[in-house]
């Protein structure tokens, strides 16, 4: 994801859909062997990095899943810390509203 | 009459001549792809055509003129863009310098005045085997095929190399030709000639993202991740495909051994050096 001062909204105002879905638009790409899937707004021709975590909390947004929804996938299937992945998770769902990746 | 047959990846090409002026440019332009008796995708002419020079390809007429210079400069237009469509989708063209390295094939990919062109010449005048100074085509068994079109710049003038350097040890020769513009102005082309070509294809080692800074330290090279190459090098692609089929396609096509670096440099001889001498590169 292309980090930078202009880039980056201020994340308190954005507004997290509650059932947020993957822009239709986005094409992923995956390196091999990487943890890193490249998504491609074909709508845009703008190029994403997203490390493997990240990548499937956007394939998670399907419009019927919730941020919690998703966390606890996260966490049954890593069997990593509830808490930590909530956050981060709604952590990383800011992030693609900012960037337009998903929508409600 | 002269005749050539010859192989840029996957197609072949057949040039005829009647006009000894016109062979005259066009046959050292010729001698530097790979001679084949395969059939012809292509077929260009020049013959008579009235009291003209008349440039076909397949009996479709591309240019006509009085000037050898200018038929010369409008086959040279018309071989690329016509190799360029047919070359898909076996092979995809990046525009990048090539040359061999280490038996692997060593890619400088970026846009026009980046200094790929400076690298490729630096790199040819070292020794290494020329594959492209501007067509880098990527087959889909990820290995780079020579598309070894003459080395040539906007000016007469190379701004990194002086023509007694570039002369000096027998690894290039140069051509020159003229030609009217359409206002009848003289324009010079100056083409050099690699002597030291790969005429088959080499697997795909390195990927070097370069930009010619004049303020930049001579030389400075670092690592890349394959994801952050792939970002960018679909800007590199000579063909116009959905955005998301050339990330795929590159993804898929680039071997998972290719190793990818970002390089500034000011100076091309410098650099190539660093490219030359990577610890993983020297065999």
């Known amino acids: 994801m292309p980090w930078g001062p202009s880039a980056l909204k201020n994340l308190s105002d954005i507004q997290v859909p509650e059932r947020p879905r993957k822009k239709p638009e986005l094409v992923g790409e995956e390196m091999e062997g990487m943890d890193e899937v490249i998504y491609v707004d074909t709508e845009t021709g703008s190029n994403y990095s997203l490390n493997i975590i990240a990548a499937t909390v956007l394939e998670l947004c399907d419009g019927t899943r919730t941020s919690a929804d998703i966390a606890a996938i996260i966490v049954s299937n890593l069997n990593a810390d509830s808490e930590r992945v909530h956050n981060d998770t709604q952590a990383i769902l800011e992030e693609f509203a900012a960037y337009g990746l998903i929508r409600a | ?283």
């Open chain 2, 1 to 283: 009459m002269w005749h050539r047959n010859f192989r840029v990846g996957n197609v072949g090409v057949t040039v005829d001549s009647t006009f000894t002026s016109c062979t005259a440019i066009l046959e050292p332009l010729c001698r530097l792809y790979t001679d084949s008796a395969d059939p012809s995708l292509l077929h260009f002419r020049v013959e008579p055509h009235d009291d003209r020079i008349r440039l076909s390809v397949d009996n479709e007429t591309l240019w006509q003129g009085t000037d050898a210079g200018e038929i010369a400069a409008g086959f040279e237009v018309h071989l690329y863009q016509r190799l360029l469509a047919a070359l898909l989708p076996d092979c995809l063209s990046l525009h990048a310098g090539c040359v061999e390295l280490g038996g692997q094939a060593c890619l400088f990919a970026a846009a026009s005045g980046a200094g790929k062109s400076s690298l490729t010449t630096a790199a040819v005048l070292d020794g290494a085997n020329y594959l492209s100074d501007e067509f880098a085509l990527l087959g889909s068994d990820g290995r780079i095929s020579p598309f070894p079109r003459p080395l040539q710049w906007g000016k007469l003038r190379h701004p990194a190399f002086r023509h007694t350097q570039m002369l000096a040890g027998g690894r290039l020769s140069k051509a020159l030709f003229r030609f009217p513009d359409r206002y009848g102005r003289t324009v010079t082309t100056l083409l050099w000639l690699p002597t030291m070509i790969r005429h088959a294809p080499l697997p795909l080692g390195i990927v070097v993202l370069p930009q010619y800074m004049r303020r930049a330290p001579t030389s400075e090279m670092a690592p890349i991740r394959r994801g952050e190459a792939l970002m960018e090098l679909p800007r590199h692609l000579h063909h116009r495909l959905p955005p998301e089929i050339m990330l795929q396609e590159l993804n898929r096509r680039i071997p998972a051994t290719t190793r990818f670096y970002r390089l500034q440099f000011s100076d091309a001889r410098i650099a190539w050096r660093t490219i030359r001498d990577l610890p993983e590169t020297t065999t």
